[in-house]
C-alpha cells in the first residue's frame, strides 16, 4: 500500500523561496566578481556633454540688436556648456594623459571663457585656457572620481561643433546628453536591478508550473 501525502501550502511557499534562493546565488555570483573585479582593475573613462544657446534669434539677426564684447561686435554668438565627467572608478592622475592636455576643439572661434566650476567644490577645478578655437584643460593636479568640470565659453561663428581630444592611458571617453552624479550612479545600477528581478519571476514561474 502506497501512501501519498500532500505538501501543505508552507510547504509549497518554503519549498518556492529555496528555489528562488539557489537560482539567485548565480547572478550574485556573477555580480560579486563583477564588483571585485572593478575595485582591483581601473577603469578609466571621461564622459562628456556640450550644450550651445544663440545669443541672438534668427529674427533678431536681421534688426540693429547686436552683441559685443570688449567694444567688437559678434556677428553669431553663442554660448556653450562643456560638461567633463570622471565616470571610472579611480582618480585620473597626471600621468594618465602622458603629460598633454585635454582639449576641447570648437569649430568657430571661442572669445572668452565665462566660466570654471568643480562639482564637488572641494576639488580644484582644471584651469581651461583659451586657444583661440581650441579650449586647453590643465591636467597637472589630478581629476578625482565622479568629479565633473563645467566650462562656459562664448564663441563667435555659426553652428558650433565641439569635439575632445585627449590622450588618457588604458582609458577612453564617451559623449552623452548631460546627467547628474545621482542619474549616473543610479543607471550602473539599473541593470544588476532589472536582471535580479528577471531572474526571480522565472524562478517562481518556473516552480509554480512545477506543483500545479
Not at 552683441?67 to 560638461?83: D, K, Y
Request: with cysteine; proline share 6%.
Amino acid at each position: 500500500m502506497t501512501t501519498i501525502v500532500a505538501a501543505g501550502p508552507d510547504e509549497n511557499f518554503w519549498s518556492a523561496v529555496a528555489a528562488v534562493a539557489a537560482i539567485l546565488t548565480i547572478p550574485v555570483a556573477i555580480w560579486a566578481a563583477w564588483t571585485a573585479q572593478r575595485a582591483v582593475w581601473p577603469r578609466r573613462q571621461i564622459r562628456w556633454s556640450a550644450s550651445v544657446s544663440s545669443l541672438v534669434s534668427h529674427g533678431a539677426a536681421h534688426t540693429n540688436l547686436g552683441v559685443t564684447w570688449l567694444g567688437s561686435a559678434l556677428s553669431h554668438p553663442h554660448i556653450v556648456q562643456i560638461n567633463l565627467r570622471n565616470v571610472g572608478n579611480k582618480d585620473l592622475e597626471p600621468a594618465h594623459f602622458s603629460g598633454r592636455p585635454i582639449e576641447i576643439l570648437c569649430s568657430v572661434p571661442i572669445t572668452a571663457i565665462l566660466e570654471q566650476e568643480s562639482r564637488p567644490s572641494v576639488h580644484r577645478a582644471l584651469e581651461a585656457t583659451n586657444h583661440g578655437s581650441r579650449l586647453e584643460v590643465d591636467v597637472s593636479t589630478p581629476l578625482h572620481r565622479k568629479q565633473e568640470l563645467r566650462y562656459v565659453v562664448l564663441v563667435d561663428g555659426p553652428d558650433p561643433d565641439l569635439r575632445l581630444r585627449v590622450s588618457l592611458t588604458n582609458g577612453s571617453t564617451s559623449r552623452r546628453h548631460d546627467l547628474s552624479l545621482e542619474e549616473l550612479a543610479l543607471q550602473q545600477r539599473h541593470p544588476w536591478q532589472a536582471v535580479i528581478m528577471a531572474t526571480v519571476m522565472v524562478a517562481v514561474a518556473a516552480y509554480l508550473g512545477r506543483i500545479r
